[in-house]
């Protein structure tokens, strides 16, 4: 049964703005949502899918299913409808030709390449379609609720057995929970966002990448466009601070460009660490059954420091979760729930839990008394 406890933060808060349709600010080492405008709703990504195309083949590699240096053959299909012939974004990969995963995603990442997208999923699973079941399967684990992927290089629909066009589609959202994966699970490969330039088949580019270079500290993730406009994915981090944010739906990159420093640099002029709870620090009591004692101590497992708005007011919530009541018998430093920070837009914020005490089991007498006790009043 979950059991909450709930009570009211009271903070200063500047409200930060931007003229992007859709757009996410969040803090990943805080787990925290610093700002939310039409987060859920969804958008077609344009190129930014090559960013879950990475993602899925970083997986790949983790998992060593395939090296680094595994070798994948150029297709004709991926010469043709990625390559030199396509006259969009390519790493010229020669036909026939084969190239090793790393240079792939170094194409992938830097020249925005499409046959470097396509020789990837063919060398991985056959094809381009089977390669998205596999990154949707991704998304789903990821909790990506808001995704639907059709291809690795994001341009196109698949037609579904339906005969209905589909588009890929994802959240600002669901590329924020990307970006931190990509950050926590897959740090060494992260550089390749930023590298400035790659040479292949003797041809010199820089990194396609809009957005790198222009915002101070900036060091990935990637870009899109497609009929429902031109989005961002970026992660910044300064002295010591790491956010990532997402707009979708601009005009035009210049819109694009404008709206992400609005919200990048929100962060540092709107938000400000504070500390609710010290490590250790007693934040509730939990409810005990069939113990010496009816309820136990919750403490911070560390430092509960939050991001929140300054200037102005604001309230904020605060909330415990924990399955309970806890069975005796209950030992110190057992993991016990959560503290949850509750804005309008949901939970900005959340951190572990941990008894800070210790309750024995107690006699058939008082294990008896604790049973009616729960079967006539609950635990509320």
């Not at 684990?141 to 005969?163: C, I, Q, R, W």
Request: glycine residues 10%; charged residues 20%; negative net charge.
């Amino acid at each position: 049964m979950a059991v909450f406890a709930s009570g009211s933060l009271s903070v200063q808060a500047e409200t930060l703005g931007t003229r992007a349709p859709i757009a996410f600010l969040y803090a990943p080492a805080t787990d925290t949502s610093l700002y939310l405008k039409d987060a859920d709703t969804g958008f077609e990504p344009g190129s930014l899918v090559k960013v879950m195309t990475a993602a899925t083949v970083f997986e790949a590699l983790s998992s060593g299913e395939v090296t680094p240096e595994t070798t994948c053959k150029v297709s004709e299909h991926a010469w043709r409808t990625g390559g030199a012939p396509s006259r969009r974004a390519t790493m010229f990969a020669a036909i026939k030709s084969e190239i090793p995963v790393m240079d792939l995603l170094r194409g992938l990442l830097i020249h925005n390449a499409n046959d470097a997208a396509i020789v990837l999923a063919e060398c991985l699973d056959g094809s381009e379609e089977a390669f998205a079941g596999r990154m949707n399967t991704l998304a789903a684990a990821l909790g990506m609720k808001g995704s639907h992927f059709v291809n690795p290089t994001g341009y196109g629909e698949l037609e579904n057995p339906d005969g209905k066009a589909e588009a890929n589609r994802t959240t600002a959202r669901d590329m924020a929970m990307l970006a931190k994966m990509i950050l926590d699970q897959h740090k060494s490969y992260y550089p390749l966002f930023s590298e400035l330039e790659f040479t292949w088949n003797n041809i010199f580019q820089r990194n396609k990448n809009p957005l790198l270079g222009e915002i101070r500290e900036l060091d990935g993730l990637g870009a899109g466009q497609a009929a429902s406009g031109f989005s961002g994915l970026a992660s910044v981090e300064r002295n010591g601070r790491r956010v990532i944010a997402v707009v979708a739906g601009l005009a035009d990159e210049k819109a694009r460009l404008a709206a992400m420093k609005e919200v990048v640099e929100g962060a540092w002029d709107y938000f400000a660490v504070q500390r609710i709870f010290a490590r250790g620090e007693t934040v509730t009591d939990a409810k005990v059954f069939g113990g010496t004692a009816s309820s136990v101590p919750l403490r911070a497992v560390s430092d509960v420091d939050v991001l929140l708005p300054r200037g102005g007011t604001l309230d904020y919530r605060l909330r415990v979760v924990y399955s309970g009541p806890l069975k005796a018998p209950v030992r110190m430093g057992t993991p016990s729930g959560e503290i949850q920070v509750l804005g309008n837009d949901g939970i900005v914020y959340r951190a572990p839990l941990e008894t800070a005490g210790e309750v024995d089991e107690g006699s058939l007498e008082e294990r008896a008394l604790g049973a009616v006790s729960y079967y006539l009043f609950g635990w509320f």
